[in-house]
Structures are given as C-alpha cells and as structure tokens.
Nanobody
Framework: QVQLVESGGGLVQAGGSLRLSCAAS????????TGWFRQAPGKEREFVAA????????YYADSVKGRFTISRDNAKNTVYLQMNSLKPEDSAVYYC?????????????????WGQGTQVTVSS
C-alpha cells in the first residue's frame, strides 16, 4: 500500500515557476514508478510526466516538454515536479500517482495509487 500527499501548488503569474512535491508513505515506494497528471475544470485528467523506479527514465507530455522536470528522491520517498515558464493553460489540479508497473506510464489506468491533488493557478 502506498499513500501519496501532494503539496506546493498555488497562484503564480505567467512565466513563473512552482515546484510540486509528492510525499509517499510505505516502504515499497522505491519499487513504484510515479506520475503526475492534471485536470482542469470541465476536462479529462491528462498525463503530465512520469519517472520510473530508479529515475533512469522520464516521460513528458508534449505540452510540458522543456518546461517541466520530474525527479525523485527515494531516500526521502518524494517525487518532485519542477514547473517553469508556466502558462495560464497549465492551470489545473495536479495529481501524483504511483504504480508497480514499468510501462504504459502515460496511461491513467496504469496507476494503482493516487493523491488528493494540489491546485495550480497561473494568471495571465
């Protein structure tokens, strides 16, 4: 069992930066790949970024490539999402998710555990 708690959301102006954190409980966290997803009002939840168990491979949605960076610190049971050059269209609730899988990390259905989400609002 893995429990996830996101933090770091807030209000920022366009062009600014935020760093989201996802703190995990459970001794098996290092055996799980982790992803970030987001959901804006009236839209479906969408993939943002993912990182495998050992931080060797990362994956990004085209819309965030070059602006967002996902990383993890297994010693701290924490995954981060550094978001730079934020745009108003990045506004959404951001969710952290974990899975014992090592493939298909862009898909919502691949994940077994989800956090409660943290709101990110980017003003123009």
């Amino acid at each position: 069992q893995v429990q996830l708690v996101e933090s770091g959301g807030g209000l920022v102006q366009a062009g600014g930066s935020l760093r989201l954190s996802c703190a995990a409980s459970g001794r098996t966290f290092s055996m799980h790949a982790t992803g970030w997803f987001r959901q804006a009002p009236g839209k479906e939840r969408e993939f943002v970024a993912a990182i495998n168990r050992s931080s060797g491979n990362t994956y990004y949605a085209d819309s965030v490539k070059g602006r967002f960076t996902i990383s993890r610190d297994n010693a701290k049971n924490t995954v981060y999402l550094q978001m730079n050059s934020l745009k108003p269209e990045d506004s959404a609730v951001y969710y952290c998710a974990a899975t014992p899988r090592s493939n298909l990390l862009q898909l919502l259905r691949s994940y077994d555990y989800w956090g409660q989400g943290t709101q990110v609002t980017v003003s123009s």
